[in-house]
């Protein structure tokens, strides 16, 4: 039987009512909450750490995200953390959920294609972390100006604004992360602990493994060996096999936007610096030039991981 109705008018119907799941649900509000308080207690120390160090700095308000006072870390730091977090709570039963509760075959019933399904319920997620995000960003703003006293330049807002979009797209990573395992995985409970298996050993132990590996790859040769310096090739692998995990891109994305004096990511020799002014700050263009690379590396992974939940959705049986 052939069925009647525009497939964009499914999605649309899909990411609504998600949506609105999503803006009115407990969970949601238990994931925003604990980034808020997390995400002001670390804020708070920024502010009487720049309040108290910085003097005529032209990028004051880019303090605000990457201060660490004592021992709370950084606002983009936590940030860091907890993005994940709120991703994989909110994707990690979004199919094996409709399942569970035997309705997935009814809503296929219905004029809505299973590619509008799984797109709609992608996108009414990565549009919830979107809200929360900009809802933080603006409180950052917010309290910037109320206890520093002092208005954010036009380039400040620039660079604040690109690493919002930059962490909507690593949100959305772990987002397609979570919802593919939701797919291949029948039970919410083992979706989301291999999901968030796979962030933590990403974001803790593959940094720890990476140095190891590259190593073996490429071991030191006798001239590094006799000064007690890693090779060139070395370091080069060490950096290809850090940036397999999102959290690494996400981290030298937000190093070359919000210090603006960052010329490389990657590893350097002074000739390549020849006419550059170590220290001064580079213009805005040329910093989003140096994130290039990784902002499009967080939404190739994502649309990798929703492709290959795509396929793996289109190959099971949906009859309860």
Same mark, same amino acid.
């Given at each position: 039987?052939?069925?009647?109705?525009?497939?964009?008018?499914?999605?649309?119907?899909?990411?609504?009512?998600?949506?609105?799941?999503?803006?009115?649900?407990?969970?949601?509000?238990?994931?925003?909450?604990?980034?808020?308080?997390?995400?002001?207690?670390?804020?708070?120390?920024?502010?009487?750490?720049?309040?108290?160090?910085?003097?005529?700095?032209?990028?004051?308000?880019?303090?605000?995200?990457?201060?660490?006072?004592?021992?709370?870390?950084?606002?983009?730091?936590?940030?860091?953390?907890?993005?994940?977090?709120?991703?994989?709570? $909110?994707?990690?039963?979004?199919?094996?959920?409709?399942?569970?509760?035997?309705?997935?075959?009814?809503?296929?019933?219905?004029?809505?294609?299973?590619?509008?399904?799984?797109?709609?319920?992608?996108?009414?997620?990565?549009?919830?972390?979107?809200?929360?995000?900009?809802?933080?960003?603006?409180?950052?703003?917010?309290?910037?100006?109320?206890?520093?006293?002092?208005?954010?330049?036009?380039?400040?807002?620039?660079?604040?604004?690109?690493?919002?979009?930059? /962490?909507?797209?690593?949100?959305?990573?772990?987002? /397609?992360?979570?919802?593919?395992?939701?797919?291949?995985?029948?039970?919410?409970?083992? /979706?989301?602990?291999?999901?968030?298996?796979?962030?933590?050993?990403?974001?803790?132990?593959?940094?720890?493994?990476?140095?190891?590996?590259?190593?073996?790859?490429?071991?030191?040769?006798?001239?590094?060996? $006799?000064?007690?310096?890693?090779?060139?090739?070395?370091?080069?692998?060490?950096?290809?096999?850090?940036?397999?995990?999102?959290?690494?891109?996400?981290?030298?994305?937000?190093?070359?936007?919000?210090?603006?004096?960052?010329?490389?990511?990657?590893?350097?020799? $002074?000739?390549?610096?020849?006419?550059?002014?170590?220290?001064?700050?580079?213009?805005?263009?040329?910093?989003? $030039?140096?994130?290039?690379?990784?902002?499009?590396?967080?939404?190739?992974?994502?649309?990798?991981?929703?492709?290959?939940?795509?396929?793996?959705?289109?190959?099971?049986?949906?009859? /309860?």
């Amino acid at each position: 039987m052939r069925r009647e109705g525009s497939p964009w008018r499914g999605l649309s119907a899909v990411t609504m009512k998600e949506l609105a799941d999503h803006l009115s649900s407990a969970r949601m509000r238990v994931l925003e909450l604990l980034v808020l308080l997390t995400a002001l207690a670390a804020l708070y120390g920024a502010i009487r750490q720049v309040r108290d160090t910085t003097a005529e700095d032209p990028f004051v308000f880019l303090r605000l995200f990457t201060s660490a006072s004592g021992q709370l870390p950084s606002f983009m730091s936590i940030l860091g953390f907890l993005i994940p977090l709120m991703a994989i709570g $909110l994707g990690f039963d979004a199919i094996n959920g409709e399942y569970n509760r035997r309705t997935l075959s009814r809503i296929l019933a219905q004029p809505i294609y299973r590619d509008a399904l799984l797109l709609g319920k992608f996108l009414a997620g990565l549009i919830t972390l979107a809200i929360s995000l900009s809802g933080l960003w603006l409180l950052v703003i917010g309290l910037g100006l109320i206890m520093l006293g002092v208005p954010p330049g036009t380039e400040e807002i620039a660079r604040a604004l690109a690493v919002l979009v930059i /962490a909507i797209a690593y949100a959305g990573v772990w987002l /397609a992360a979570a919802m593919l395992f939701s797919v291949v995985f029948r039970s919410p409970a083992t /979706a989301a602990l291999t999901t968030l298996g796979i962030w933590l050993f990403l974001a803790v132990l593959w940094p720890l493994l990476a140095p190891a590996i590259a190593s073996a790859i490429a071991p030191p040769d006798l001239r590094a060996m $006799l000064t007690g310096q890693p090779g060139i090739a070395m370091l080069e692998w060490q950096q290809a096999l850090l940036r397999l995990s999102p959290s690494q891109l996400f981290t030298e994305a937000m190093v070359a936007l919000f210090n603006p004096s960052t010329r490389a990511l990657g590893t350097i020799f $002074l000739s390549q610096l020849h006419g550059a002014v170590i220290g001064a700050p580079l213009p805005l263009g040329q910093s989003l $030039l140096i994130a290039w690379p990784q902002t499009v590396g967080l939404v190739a992974a994502s649309i990798v991981l929703f492709v290959i939940g795509y396929v793996c959705f289109q190959r099971q049986e949906v009859r /309860a």
